[in-house]
T-cell receptor, first 112, second 113 residues
Framework: GEDVEQSLFLSVREGDSSVINCTYT??????LYWYKQEPGAGLQLLTY?????DMKQDQRLTVLLNKKDKHLSLRIADTQTGDSAIYFC????????????FGDGTTLTVKP | ETGVTQTPRHLVMGMTNKKSLKCEQH?????MYWYKQSAKKPLELMFV???????ENNSVPSRFSPECPNSSHLFLHLHTLQPEDSALYLC????????????FGPGTRLTVT
């Protein structure tokens, strides 16, 4: 079945850039997402990219997609302590009847 | 605020209790989902509803019983749960099934004693 993998932890200093990586296996993935989960809260959609795009930028967030390698990354510029959270990568395909496959999440810790 | 609300936010129940989780979406979406998030485990999709019809049941034990009376509301009825069912239960909705971003509620933190 489909699989999405992420590294579990990332620690950066405030003001640095953070890069969270994700790999997926489903070649029919149409949409790729990044969600953020703060403690005690649900998942919040941060951004998404269609599989026919290479890059998407939204303020401090940059998503890069390498479709050939099935690799997705999320770069957060000028990381702030408020960015500390768990970041989930997810993918879905039009053929998959609403089923998104989520990674295990990367816990980002931002140190002052 | 994502437009998806869940109540209660926290629930403690004994193994013989019956309780219900409620989810409501104010986004006009047609698809709704229940997920289970346990510590150190990936998100588990439990149920998918589209236009009030269940389209997926991911081998969930019968002690979890979903109900979708209309496209804005989704319930998860709980009875005779086990301690290992303690988790964060997340509701989500999307415009349509398949390939659309999902909007999540804040979750219900369930503890089964």
């Amino acid at each position: 079945g489909e699989d999405v993998e992420q590294s579990l932890f990332l620690s950066v200093r405030e003001g640095d850039s953070s890069v969270i990586n994700c790999t997926y296996t489903d070649s029919s993935s149409t949409y790729l997402y990044w969600y953020k989960q703060e403690p005690g809260a649900g998942l919040q959609l941060l951004t998404y990219i269609f599989s026919n795009m290479d890059m998407k930028q939204d303020q401090r967030l940059t998503v890069l997609l390498n479709k050939k390698d099935k690799h997705l990354s999320l770069r957060i510029a000028d990381t702030q302590t408020g960015d500390s959270a768990i970041y989930f990568c997810a993918e879905s395909a039009n053929t998959n009847a609403g089923k998104s496959t989520f990674g295990d999440g990367t816990t980002l810790t931002v140190k002052p | 605020e994502t437009g998806v609300t869940q109540t209660p936010r926290h629930l403690v129940m004994g193994m013989t209790n019956k309780k219900s989780l409620k989810c409501e979406q104010h986004l006009g979406h047609n698809a709704m989902y229940w997920y289970k998030q346990s510590a150190k485990k990936p998100l588990e999709l439990m149920f998918v509803y589209s236009l009030e019809e269940r389209v997926e049941n991911n081998s969930v034990p019968s002690r979890f019983s979903p109900e979708c009376p209309n496209s804005s509301h989704l319930f998860l009825h709980l009875h005779t749960l086990q301690p290992e069912d303690s988790a964060l239960y997340l509701c989500a909705s999307s415009q349509e099934l398949g390939g659309h971003e999902q909007y999540f509620g804040p979750g219900t933190r369930l503890t089964v004693t």
